[in-house]
């Protein structure tokens, strides 16, 4: 049911792909809550994607842009002002890749070269993003702008790889220029660091489902999916968080809470008891069929 929470507002769109993504979860609920919205993102996913197909839906257009480009970034904040007639309030960053994790390599063998497009594809574009609205002066006083993160950002997930690196980076920059956009404009910035979840993106991590089901377990609330994400980003764009803004918000069902929860703590007692069991069995370690 819709409470029109975000009557009259206009906003742009990155990242969405497809009905996995969060974005495009956003970018449905924003338009059911009465905002207009512009869509974008790369000529490539555009072409992978479905997001024409959004587009019609949502009764927008969709703007090509590389995100690491300052030139078409500026291209897609004219043609946004322009599709709009004028400036709009906020805006989503939704975009996460990492060539070391889509390659395999691992944290302790990273490519240099991939770390470096990975940084600025998953972290600098929200700057540059950022950088480009403010001297182009695209968005309205009290504005919002909403970046997707992680707790890797802060503490070490096995697999994330350097994308906990790219994470940590995007939520300093949210502190960083969200001071600065605050003071001059009061437009807010702010992190949401969601619940892992079954995106594309999120996919080429290595053992998603076991971290899943790790954190559904740790969690009082079970996992945050894309739709619940979709509604807490949505308050963030509304005017009941004016004042919201420099934080790395959680929404993660109290994962980043916990420290060991009944479920988990019975999930890795059996585990021990089957260790026992075949430590016992092979007082040495050595297993059939190792060497």
Known sequence: MSSQLLKGKKGLIFGALNEQSIAWKVAERAVEEGAEIV??????????GTISQLAEKCNTIVVPADATSVEDLENLMDKTMEHFGGKFDFMLHS???SPNVRKGRTYDDLDYNFLTKTL??????????????????AINDWGSIVALSYIAAQRTLYGYNDMADAKALLESIARSFGYIYGREKHVRINTVSQSPTPTTAGSGVMGLGDLMSFAESMSPLGNASAEDCANYVLTLFSDFTRKV??????????????????RAMKTYETGMRFDDVHDHQYPFGHKEGQE
Not at 39 to 48: G, Q
Not at 129 to 137: F, H, L, S, Y
Not at 245 to 262: A, E, I, R, V
């Open 245 to 262: 803004t420099m934080q790395n918000l959680y929404h993660d069902g109290g994962f980043s809470s916990m420290g060991m929860s009944h």
């Open 120 to 137: 600025d594809i998953s972290a600098i574009s929200f700057h540059k993003a950022i950088q480009v609205a403010r001297k182009k002066d």
């Open 95 to 97: 975009i996460g890749m």
């Open 39 to 48: 869509l974008t993102n790369t000529a490539v996913s555009i072409r992978m």
